[in-house]
């Protein structure tokens, strides 16, 4: 009895810590409130001379522009199937709709109030201005370009029959920062962030040398009349290309191949190092969603296409979840940076019919992640979460210094032209 008269209250004063700690302490998102993403972009209003907020509207005009948004991952902002599924693993929160459904005339409900940065605990109320169609546009036009009824742009002298304003963001960064710079909330311990990307930017040789901004790569220049009969001007194309499209993932990372010796014979030690080089993105590779990461794979094969050694390396990131989210390990590519995995084996004394094949495969979620979503949370679409960016299989008999051509591939993705002669022969 005098046990447990200790230990009963030790246990109450526990369990009240515990409340405590994920009540108040520990957010129920993995990530934190900032002012500019807290809440949804305040209601606008159809600007004079305009029918509609929507991006079709908008496409009367800008007709280009609105057959490129129509392809782009901000389009499908709130119907992609990934972004169901996982918002239905949380529930729905609110919160998650301020980046991929901005507007607040696309939301159903207000947040009046986040007492203590508590997402559960925010006061809301109906919306009466809700569109559930207009929802589905995801990150539309007018969450970029429309505020206090005038079209913003990047332009000073546009000529227009609706009122228009000049903003200097979108020359700059900033206009990508509200929703591409999430940060970490408390008991949340993150090298930078869950979702950090603009704050990954290089600031040496891609921002000052080269000038590029984030629009350089994912909004491509292009000359062109930005709206119908309107003048020829040097714009951007709306695609927005990133981490969901292989091209583009393609474009970021250069692969090379070495093997030594380069003409093995039977019975000889084989090292066979493949180099992963973010060649071309301004930012960290991968990047965005914590559970995007790289596969390098190695595998000897038999002439029958049987496995005699694998191995496989993972580069990203290694978060502990619970019951505080810690971030143990993070093996990314910096910009510019490069890293070896090497391969070794004995060989046999025949050689004949052994391959060996390199692999470089890009991952948006794991499989187990994907079966979970599609066991528990409702994902449906066959949209594929993973993809390759180099592979080679080649002959152990064959010169593997000219089989794996092992000069670097020197080009820096997109900041050349695709048809530009100094690309080298090792696209990833």
Same mark, same amino acid.
């Given at each position: 009895?005098?046990?447990?008269?200790?230990?009963?209250?030790?246990?109450?004063?526990?369990?009240?810590?515990?409340?405590?700690?994920?009540?108040?302490?520990?957010?129920?998102?993995?990530?934190?409130?900032?002012?500019?993403?807290?809440?949804?972009?305040?209601?606008?209003?159809?600007?004079?001379?305009?029918?509609?907020?929507?991006?079709?509207?908008?496409?009367?005009?800008?007709?280009?522009?609105?057959?490129?948004?129509?392809?782009?991952?901000?389009?499908?902002?709130?119907?992609?199937?990934?972004?169901?599924?996982?918002?239905?693993?949380?529930?729905?929160?609110?919160?998650?709709?301020?980046?991929?459904?901005?507007?607040?005339?696309?939301?159903?409900?207000?947040?009046?109030?986040?007492?203590?940065?508590?997402?559960?605990?925010?006061?809301?109320?109906?919306?009466?201005?809700?569109?559930?169609?207009?929802?589905?546009?995801?990150?539309?036009?007018?969450?970029?370009?429309?505020?206090?009824?005038?079209?913003?742009?990047?332009?000073?002298?546009?000529?227009?029959?609706?009122?228009?304003?000049?903003?200097?963001?979108?020359?700059?960064?900033?206009?990508?920062?509200?929703?591409?710079?999430?940060?970490?909330?408390?008991?949340?311990?993150?090298?930078?962030?869950?979702?950090?990307?603009?704050?990954?930017?290089?600031?040496?040789?891609?921002?000052?040398?080269?000038?590029?901004?984030?629009?350089?790569?994912?909004?491509?220049?292009?000359?062109?009349?930005?709206?119908?009969?309107?003048?020829?001007?040097?714009?951007?194309?709306?695609?927005?290309?990133?981490?969901?499209?292989?091209?583009?993932?393609?474009?970021?990372?250069?692969?090379?191949?070495?093997?030594?010796?380069?003409?093995?014979?039977?019975? @000889? $030690?084989?090292?066979?190092? =493949?180099?992963?080089? %973010?060649?071309?993105?301004? #930012?960290? &590779? /991968?990047?965005?969603?914590?559970?995007?990461?790289?596969?390098?794979?190695?595998?000897?094969?038999?002439?029958?296409?049987?496995?005699?050694?694998?191995?496989?390396?993972?580069?990203?990131?290694?978060?502990?979840?619970?019951?505080?989210?810690?971030?143990?390990? @993070? $093996?990314?590519?910096?910009? =510019?940076?490069?890293? %070896?995995?090497?391969?070794? #084996?004995? &060989? /046999?004394?025949?050689?004949?019919?052994?391959?060996?094949?390199?692999?470089?495969?890009?991952?948006?979620?794991?499989?187990?992640?994907?079966?979970?979503?599609?066991?528990?949370?409702?994902?449906?679409?066959?949209?594929?979460?993973?993809?390759?960016?180099?592979?080679?299989?080649?002959?152990?008999?064959?010169?593997?210094?000219?089989?794996?051509?092992?000069?670097?591939? /020197?080009?820096?993705?997109?900041?050349?032209?695709?048809?530009?002669?100094?690309?080298?022969?090792?696209?990833?």
């Amino acid at each position: 009895m005098k046990l447990a008269a200790k230990i009963l209250p030790a246990l109450g004063v526990i369990a009240g810590l515990v409340y405590v700690y994920y009540t108040e302490i520990k957010p129920t998102v993995i990530f934190g409130l900032r002012s500019d993403y807290a809440h949804a972009i305040p209601l606008q209003k159809i600007p004079e001379g305009l029918t509609s907020l929507k991006a079709e509207s908008c496409g009367q005009c800008h007709r280009a522009i609105y057959e490129e948004w129509k392809t782009s991952i901000h389009s499908q902002a709130f119907v992609d199937p990934f972004f169901q599924a996982y918002w239905n693993k949380d529930k729905h929160v609110w919160v998650c709709l301020n980046c991929h459904t901005p507007l607040e005339n696309q939301q159903a409900t207000l947040i009046k109030e986040i007492p203590r940065n508590r997402v559960e605990k925010s006061h809301q109320i109906p919306n009466p201005h809700f569109d559930a169609e207009y929802q589905k546009e995801g990150v539309t036009c007018a969450a970029c370009h429309v505020r206090d009824g005038a079209i913003l742009g990047p332009f000073e002298d546009s000529v227009a029959p609706h009122p228009t304003k000049f903003d200097p963001s979108f020359r700059t960064t900033q206009v990508c920062y509200r929703c591409h710079s999430v940060v970490g909330g408390p008991a949340q311990f993150y090298n930078g962030g869950p979702c950090g990307t603009y704050a990954e930017y290089e600031g040496k040789f891609f921002m000052k040398e080269r000038g590029f901004i984030c629009q350089s790569c994912h909004m491509p220049e292009i000359t062109r009349p930005v709206a119908a009969d309107g003048p020829i001007r040097q714009g951007r194309q709306h695609l927005w290309r990133g981490g969901h499209d292989p091209d583009m993932v393609k474009r970021a990372v250069a692969v090379q191949v070495v093997a030594n010796p380069s003409q093995p014979k039977g019975g @000889d $030690n084989i090292e066979v190092t =493949l180099t992963v080089v %973010n060649a071309g993105a301004g #930012h960290k &590779l /991968p990047t965005g969603d914590p559970d995007r990461h790289f596969t390098v794979e190695f595998e000897l094969l038999d002439r029958d296409g049987r496995v005699l050694k694998q191995q496989q390396d993972t580069m990203g990131r290694w978060i502990m979840w619970q019951p505080a989210i810690v971030e143990l390990y @993070d $093996n990314r590519l910096m910009p =510019l940076a490069s890293r %070896n995995y090497t391969f070794t #084996h004995r &060989l /046999p004394e025949d050689l004949s019919g052994l391959t060996i094949k390199t692999r470089v495969r890009y991952h948006i979620q794991s499989e187990r992640q994907h079966q979970m979503l599609i066991n528990k949370y409702g994902l449906t679409a066959n949209d594929p979460y993973n993809f390759v960016v180099y592979e080679r299989e080649v002959p152990l008999t064959a010169d593997l210094a000219q089989v794996f051509e092992d000069a670097p591939d /020197p080009r820096l993705g997109c900041s050349i032209s695709p048809g530009d002669s100094t690309i080298g022969r090792h696209p990833g």
